[in-house]
DNA sequence: GTGTTTTTTGTAATGATTACAAAATTACTA
DNA sequence: TAGTAATTTTGTAATCATTACAAAAAACAC
C-alpha cells in the first residue's frame, strides 16, 4: 500500500494523517510481522529522523483506540501490534518467538451463550512450536 | 476442595506441597476469580503471616510450569491466574474489569492448517462489556 | 537433634509504559 | 505569506509489574 491509500485509511478512520503516523501504519502494513514497540522502534530510526520511543507509544494507543490496529497480548511482557484487523488467529512459536497469522472464520469461532453481553473483540491464539524449529529440534 | 484433595493435587503434578503453595492453590480454586498477583497478595497477606510477593511470583510460576495453572494474557499490563486448566474460554469486561469464565469444548475451537506445528496451548478470550455493567449504561 | 537441601523473604535491579511540560510541527486566518 | 492557535512530538522522570539475588527460615534426611 502506498503512502497516499494509507492517508486515506486513517483519515477515514479519524485519524490526521501526519508524516509519522503514516511511516508507523506503513511499517505495519508492509512487514506484517506483529512487532513490539522495540522492534519498531529500532528498525524506524534510521528511517524517520528524530523519532522518539515515546511517539511510537502514542501512535500505536491511538491506532488501537480508533480500531485501525490490535494490541496483541500473548506473552505478559510483551504487546505486539497488527494493522490486519480482521477475524484471524496468532500462533506464538516458544522457540523462535515468531508469531504468525492463521486463518479461520467468523463463524468458526464458538459463539458463548453470554446473554446481555456486548462483545467487542475475540481473540483465538495458540502457543507451540512452529514446523521450521520443530525440524531443527528432530534434527 | 480441602486442603488434603489439595495437596494430593499438588504432589501428583510433581510439586511439593508446602504450606504456602497449599494455601495459594486453595485460594485459586475457591475463589475462581482469575486473580492478579495483587489480589493474591491483598487477599492472603491477612491469612498468611509474613507473606511475601516474591513468593507468589515464585509459587504461580512453579504452577505455571508443572500445568497446574495457567496465565493468562487479557490486558497487556496484568497476568491473571487460573486454576482451571481445562479448556474454556474468557470474558473481560472493559467496566468492571471482571473476567469470567465461558464452557467451550475442545472440538469447538478452530483446528487451523498448521502442518508440522506442535500446539502446546489454546486461548480463547472475548472483550466487551459484561449484562450487569450493560444494564447499568442503560439505566 | 544435626547437617543439608529447598523455600521464602526483602531489597535492589530491570524493563516496559505513562506523565508531563517544553519544543516543534501543523493548521488556520487575515 | 506571516502570525497565531491548536495539536503533536520529544525527552526526561515517574510509575508499576516482575525478576535477581543473597540471607534467613523452613523442610527433610539420617
Not at 469461532?109 to 491464539?125: A, C, K, M, N, V
Amino acid at each position: 500500500m502506498e503512502q497516499q491509500q494509507i492517508s486515506a485509511y486513517l483519515l477515514k478512520n479519524g485519524i490526521r494523517p501526519l508524516q509519522k503516523r503514516v511511516k508507523i501504519m506503513s511499517y505495519l502494513v508492509s512487514k506484517r510481522n506483529h512487532p513490539t514497540v522495540d522492534m519498531i522502534y529500532g528498525d524506524l530510526i534510521h528511517e524517520i529522523n528524530g523519532l522518539s520511543k515515546t511517539t511510537i507509544y502514542n501512535v500505536l494507543n491511538l491506532f488501537v483506540q480508533s480500531g485501525v490496529a490490535l494490541a496483541l497480548n500473548i506473552e505478559g511482557n510483551e504487546v505486539r501490534y497488527d494493522a490486519d484487523t480482521s477475524t484471524h488467529g496468532h500462533f506464538k512459536c516458544k522457540i523462535c518467538t515468531g508469531v504468525i497469522d492463521f486463518r479461520i472464520r467468523q463463524e468458526e469461532l464458538p459463539r458463548p451463550t453470554l446473554e446481555g453481553f456486548r462483545i467487542d473483540e475475540q481473540h483465538y491464539y495458540i502457543k507451540g512450536v512452529c514446523s521450521f524449529c520443530a525440524n531443527k529440534i528432530e534434527a
